[in-house]
């Protein structure tokens, strides 16, 4: 069913989804909780689950009061944020900054089913935002199972009681749900060029691999595979095999007795003078000071 919205908000549909959860936080309590330590960089207000939503429309023309993150599992729908079309297919996560004038609407023979949260707080517009070079407002996560096992938990928590406590547990949650999407939209998906290609690098950080070679063993172009690494570890296949280098190479400070120069050699730095150098540029202090600093 179609409607066209006459006033600030309207809505296809009043009655409930089959099977849907649902959780509006008073808006009194709303207003407390903002101003509480645990939850004033970020609260929950609204939350829920709509299972094969036929129907369901939304137009807001002065946007919500909060930022609004949905995630569909199956079936899909279409949001409109300005002039733009985002379709929302499995796998799809939108964010709807607070105030921005929007609509969304499930297809009418495959409805969506959406997880989705309305947020506040200090801290939701940095949170949401392009994180780690992450354009928004639309991201494509690599495995849905994650972040859809954090929405049922939130929802859960706050189906028990809205407690002061209980929405302190949910804003935890909802903290560690948007770094997930954020994470899982940059983590290489299992078989894929880059995730083969990190898990060669892994495999052998007692070797230096050219990256002509290792673009070719997956298939790619230097170029095409040095780009993919800067998106998802921020810098190139060369500086991810170093920090595989220097992750093992603590870990041999740490637990051995080696030598710098066995151990120099076991991460695949044929000069120990080289790796001490190249181990303060990174930790500031060289293998014998990292070696008798205490830890834990």
């Known amino acids: 069913m179609d409607e066209t919205a006459t006033g600030e908000e309207a809505t296809s549909r009043t009655e409930g989804f089959r099977n849907q959860r649902l959780c509006v936080v008073p808006r009194p309590q709303v207003e407390t909780a903002l101003a509480q330590p645990g939850t004033r960089r970020l609260l929950v207000t609204d939350a829920g689950y709509f299972p094969a939503a036929a129907g369901h429309r939304r137009v807001r023309q002065r946007g919500a009061a909060e930022t609004i993150?949905?995630?569909?599992?199956a079936g899909s729908g279409t949001v409109l944020l300005g002039d733009a079309a985002h379709p929302l297919t499995p796998?799809?996560?939108i964010v709807i900054p607070a105030r921005q004038p929007h609509e969304y609407v499930a297809t009418r023979d495959d409805p969506w089913t959406i997880w989705w949260m309305h947020v506040r707080g200090t801290d939701v517009a940095e949170l949401t935002g392009p994180l780690l070079g992450i354009p928004r407002p639309l991201t494509r996560l690599?495995?849905?199972?994650?972040?859809?096992?954090?929405?049922?938990?939130l929802v859960g928590l706050l189906e028990r009681r809205l407690s002061p406590v209980q929405l302190v547990a949910a804003a935890g949650?909802?903290?560690r749900l948007l770094t997930r999407i954020v994470a899982d939209s940059i983590l290489p998906a299992d078989g894929s060029p880059l995730?083969?290609?990190?898990?060669f690098l892994e495999a052998r950080v007692d070797s230096n691999i050219p990256v002509a070679e290792l673009a070719a063993m997956v298939g790619l172009s230097p170029s095409h595979l040095s780009?993919?690494?800067?998106?998802?570890?921020?810098g190139g296949p060369g500086a991810f095999h170093t920090s595989l280098k220097m992750t093992r190479a603590r870990s041999l400070l740490d637990t051995t007795s080696s030598s710098v120069s066995e151990i120099a050699a076991a991460v695949g730095y044929a000069d120990p003078l080289y790796f001490s150098r190249h181990?303060?540029?990174v930790h500031g202090m060289n293998p014998t000071q990292y070696r008798a600093t205490h830890k834990g």
């Open 69 to 73: 993150v949905m995630l569909c599992v």
């Open 91 to 93: 796998g799809a996560c």
């Open 142 to 153: 690599r495995s849905i199972e994650g972040v859809a096992a954090l929405f049922d938990e």
């Open 173 to 175: 949650v909802a903290w």
């Open 195 to 199: 995730e083969r290609a990190m898990r």
């Open 227 to 234: 780009a993919l690494f800067r998106r998802a570890t921020g």
């Open 279 to 281: 181990f303060r540029r």
